[in-house]
């Protein structure tokens, strides 16, 4: 005995790799096809659409394979409306609830197409009815209250994963994972810089996600001038880097009194703890700039420009500053707001920030993933924007030289 | 003009590199010294004694040279008693606080050399008076309350790191910061296994820290055997550790109900977060595990077996189970008690763990570190530990073969 | 104006990825496109075929996209004749030469579709005639000899990308760069087990390719029972394998007179010249295998069983043994040999004998490549094997585990 | 029973570390020691002298402890004249052969001590005598030849570790094998320019050892300019890194007519078979170079400024070039003659070459190791200069900027 289930696929679904995965999929999972209509794109801007007749042996197996071409964008030609449940208590779903790709996605149901709002991995969907009309939106684990409307099952949604942009996708990598190491820099950096500027110029946001790491090797200042500058809209850090940074103001050139009785700058880490108390001593980074303590750097320029910062805790911090979020669900709340928002996102020499952005995002948000270990690389551009760039390279070199470029484009 | 000051060593001075430290530091740092007193201990249980003179040109070059002497053990042969001042604040410290390396140390204060309890790096030290009797013990700068009172400056003040152990260091390299991938790994983790076995024996406290991959790799059950045999007395772990080890019980082996309804094993993600509501449910994992929810794995044992757990929140988590503590803060102080009392620590494939773990440990305690990353392991044998061994090989195997050894040895 | 031409795909075109690829090369190089005809492989067992015009605004860009299509598996639709012209001389080949790709390829010479022998990545192909029969096979540069009739330009060429395999790809994953240190590795060991026992079984040839590590990681008893048992064909190392494989046979378990000479086993580099030296002395290792001075070990196993073995020579090496051959061509031409020959590889611990090996392989070989470090093993998938399998772990786990599967499923 | 001998340190012993290792290496190997005479330096410029008694249980333990104490640089205070015996064969040493250390050495033979010339790790000293008077001098294994007169034993050997620099090492670490990431790059570039550009004024010997990723990040431009102002007198690489520099210019800027027959500069590698093509039709890089094939890059100013290099070869490589020396021995013996006659050494970027080069040097040469890959660094630096830099960072800005800085500051 087989059964089947007829599939639909539409869209630029060969060159995007759509088709072939689904066929693959198909036959990796031991399931067969039958291709029942087929109209191809005949020039680069036309589309493509394929339906087809998928079967298995069982009922688990089928289900198994459509829930895998489901989430490589064929959807059942059939849709019957998805179905919901309330949650059975707060952070608590029901079985079988329908989990998000990061993809765009629609939900069928009262007996229309729903975009999911807030589109990001691994969350629930709940739909929200206000005046007779439904609206959706993804929810994560802890945000979930008894009695949300949740959906479950697979039937009824559509998921429309990214196609390859129609005029070449520039610096950004469709859909790839390669990370190379001995890419010729410049070249690209620049094309990162020419990223950077149209997104500006098209009004759109910019959020930079940096380590500690930046400011050890001496790239503050370039990141600083792009937050002067107006190129960064927000800043996703932890403690560690606004406190170095914070630091490297306070006791890294000048030579004022506390220097003294500090003595010795070969093991920093004493100034890394009196900063920390200073700041608090003040109440915060922006009391500590008003009250003149803090006149340079990244935070300072986030301060003076108004640019959103959220700094997240991590149990390796010292201290730590007022305005760390030390509570990883807020933090994670603030983060997610950040990434909602950015439609360009710098990820420089963080794995920890990074990843927690990077879960926050749709597969349509372009990402640059820089770091100097290529472990990291790899591992942020596995997550998932289909325009993406990995660059193995020092960080204290790649933001200076990026500014520069910026400035020269703009 | 010279100034100048004079120190002292004692102890097995020469073997453990200390003098040898000290000679180089003040030369790098440019001044110059005059052994006023030299005893050389003649065998290998005798101790050595050196008072030198230590000038430089300026108070200020000179008070470096010092600090950096004492943070190595030279420490002032007139010794003066040790200032304190009260903190100005909750949570800062008086400017110049003394700042704690992770060796043993002592206060003089009020006529008598105080040891300092608790002892971990980059602490204040605070004095406590009660019945005209001073205690001293460290506190991390989120734990300073106003009027605490806070040593200053770096007069009375006795550092004494840790001496190479009389009779060879076994498998424990001294001070050793190598790491190699291309030693006999079957050997080195016997010799590990009797260390646990051995520390056990004595009483002692094994604390293990872990990440996820250990689940992944396929460990969990030789690391729960551990547990369950008494050879663990605390886990340091993630959210992320738990779940994974707890999905893999409900979902990972056996075929019940829910696995039909969740389909598709393949992309793992849903059952991670199937598996956090379900405990959600439940209350929580001793209540998961007495509903007979939870009936195998690392936590369970940790459950059954009354091991102390620490489950850490983490930005990247989801969820989290209601077990974990998602204040980085709360999360540092349930870890530093954890360290506190281990004296046999293994740090097995999580480096966020590690280090948290790593910050709370004075130089004295025994440390294992485990991690495919050859520059993991490097990060965590740098932190400082006198007695450690680093060990870059596969987790999935390494937990195996140290269990297997550890019950052959036992 | 425009400049366009025709090309054909077919065969199981869209899940390869081939068709998709095409159309991506066509668009990212501002070409556009035009599906003249199109057949649908309604299902698994049936082929497409997708006639298109490709066009652009040079003819320059037009050959430089078509150049591109047809490294992809896109052929002329109109196959017009190679061209061949004779070499200028020895070890030089003619301009617009024809360079191969990794994949099975066949020339259009003399009225007839002619497949290449031994193909094999960045060669040119040489026409030989016979009774008035044509032969193609690539020849390196440096085999190359004056009046060689060599392939140039793209006309008349065929290039045929492996296809995915129609009934899954087992553990060998097709076309997939990606490589994972956490999946679960004892059910991928024994995956990998059983196809190596099939291999043997189906009369197939595997070669080793192993790095001094897999000795020193204590894993040489393993390979050497594997190599005893029959399921080792040929060996590819280099000098510091063998060498690190006969010391151990002579120096690690043993306790000869020498051994008193030799005095310290601490540091045994010393053991490691004598016996080399040692060796040499004998004549080389067949010669000493016969004199009873290696008794043990993988090069033991190899002379007594008749294992072919190439020992190439690096600057690294101390030495060298006789067996060890110096000169690099005459060295990667023995390589060649072994490659050639090889229905599965194995690459274990070594990134330098790999490439070596891997640059000789056709994209239809299996490979398996462990290494430790990550950046190994994704260097060489890169390379391009259509099957391949690359596991981050600790070689001297990942041998034993595997002779230990191996025997278990034979 | 007990046995004992006595030895002696002297020289700067305390703060170069040798004491404490001794002892340490005493009690670690579980012998004991007695300090018979001690007298320290009171002062940086006085040097120390120890005379101890070192006791073990056997003869074989004690050997094995002084055979370690003497690599350290303990000498036996009563120096029994050297024992040399006759090379039983060509490339075969006799029993027992001395193995050198990478520190300058002496042989106590003939009645007086004699310097041991060209030292370097892992070789056979042999005596030559000339006039009555003797000489000694280290030969790598292949070198020797029958009847040489080869030292055997450890008597009359007296090993010298370097001492630590009186004023300060500079950016060069005494004896650290730590590398980071993170130190700020800027100024220690410009140590690191610094020291070349003293090198230079003192009529020093630099030599830079670079690998093929330096020409495919894009520092080619700014060591050829490095060459061409005479701040490198050697070159030791590889056929990869020639032929890449002498394709960009052949191909890389220019668009000769050649680039229209080579078609697609997309996938170079046919570029660079022709490179090599091209240079052997030429007869060789000087041929190409007065034929005016070659007209810029690194070769290119090796050739008009007679900076020698070498080109050692590899299996892996394509072509060769007629340049490469494509046997390893011979390959090692040009490496072997670069290296003893640096004085500063460059390694840029490539594991292979560098630690060729590595194995050459004694421990006094100073050495730069740059890469991206920690790992290497690590590894390099692990091998035994007393004087070394590693920067884990991009060698695509790191030459560059070395340039830079030298011009600077010049």
Redesign the interface.
């Known amino acids: 005995m087989t059964v089947s289930r007829t599939v639909e696929l539409d869209g630029h679904i060969?060159?995007?790799?759509m088709?072939?995965?689904c066929?693959?999929i198909?036959?990796?999972?031991?399931g067969?096809?039958?291709?029942e209509e087929?109209e191809?794109?005949?020039?680069?801007d036309a589309t493509s659409y394929?339906r087809m007749r998928v079967s298995a042996d069982t009922e688990?197996d089928l289900?198994?394979i459509i829930?895998?071409l489901h989430?490589n964008g064929a959807n059942p030609a059939d849709p019957r409306p998805a179905s919901a449940e309330p949650a059975?208590?707060d952070?608590?779903?029901p079985?079988?609830?329908y989990?998000t790709t990061n993809h765009p996605t629609e939900v069928f149901y009262d007996g229309q197409w729903i975009p999911v709002d807030n589109i990001e991995?691994?969350c629930?969907v709940v739909l929200e009815e206000e005046d007779g009309e439904y609206t959706a939106r993804t929810k994560?684990?802890?945000a979930i209250r008894e009695d949300d409307l949740v959906v479950v099952g697979e039937a009824g949604i559509r998921v429309n994963p990214p196609e390859?942009p129609?005029?070449?996708?520039g610096p950004f990598g469709?859909m790839q994972?390669?990370v190379s190491?001995?890419?010729?820099?410049?070249s690209l950096i620049r094309e990162v810089a020419e990223a950077l500027v149209e997104t500006k110029r098209e009004g759109g946001n910019v959020l930079v996600v940096a380590g500690p790491?930046l400011i050890?090797?001496?790239a503050g200042d370039a990141l600083a001038d792009l937050v002067r500058e107006g190129f960064v809209d927000a800043l996703s850090a932890g403690n560690g880097f606004a406190t170095h940074d914070i630091e490297r103001g306070l006791y890294g050139t000048s030579l004022g009194m506390?220097m003294?009785?500090?003595?010795?700058p070969?093991?920093g880490?004493?100034h890394?703890?009196?900063t920390?108390?200073?700041v608090?001593?003040a109440g915060g980074i922006q009391e500590a700039v008003d009250a003149g303590l803090i006149e340079e750097g990244v935070m300072y320029e986030c301060i003076e420009n108004d640019v959103n910062y959220v700094l997240?805790?991590?149990?390796?911090?010292?201290?730590?500053l007022p305005d760390?979020i030390?509570?990883?669900?807020e933090?994670?709340n603030a983060?997610r707001e950040q990434a909602h928002e950015a439609d360009l996102v710098l990820m420089l020499s963080t794995l920890?920030?990074s990843?927690?952005v990077g879960?926050c995002l749709p597969s349509t948000t372009k990402t640059v993933c820089v770091d100097?270990?290529?472990?990291t690389v790899?591992q942020l551009l596995?997550r998932g924007s289909s325009q993406a760039i990995g660059m193995?390279?020092?960080i204290?070199?790649f933001v200076p030289?990026l500014a520069e470029k910026v400035f020269e484009v703009e």
Do not use: W
């Open positions: 060969i060159d995007s790799g088709m072939g995965q066929f693959g198909v036959m990796d999972m031991n067969s096809f039958e291709v087929f191809v794109g005949r020039h680069k394929c688990g289900q198994s829930h895998e989430q059975p208590g952070r608590v779903v079985a079988g609830f989990s991995m691994d629930a994560v684990l802890n390859r129609r005029d070449g996708s469709f994972g390669g190491s001995e890419r010729p820099s410049e790491a050890h090797s001496g506390d003294e009785t500090m003595e010795h070969r093991k880490h004493k890394h703890i009196y920390i108390s200073e608090i001593r997240a805790g991590s149990i390796r911090d010292d201290g730590p760390t030390t509570d990883a669900v933090a994670q983060i920890l920030h990843v927690a879960n100097i270990n290529p472990a790899t596995d193995v390279t020092d204290g070199t030289t």
